[in-house]
């Protein structure tokens, strides 16, 4: 029962984070034109 839901969840959350990944780096960015998201230095 433990073990299951661990593994679920570990799972779970693999797949969610592979996909959120994949979808990040979908955005084209531009290096040169674009701030980085945390702003300036």
Avoid: F, N, Q
Wanted: proline share 7%; no cysteine.
């Amino acid at each position: 029962m433990v073990i299951t839901l661990l593994t679920a969840l570990g799972a779970g959350y693999l797949a969610l984070s592979l996909g959120l990944a994949y979808v990040v780096h979908r955005i084209p960015r531009k290096p040169v034109k674009d701030y980085p998201d945390w702003g300036e230095v």
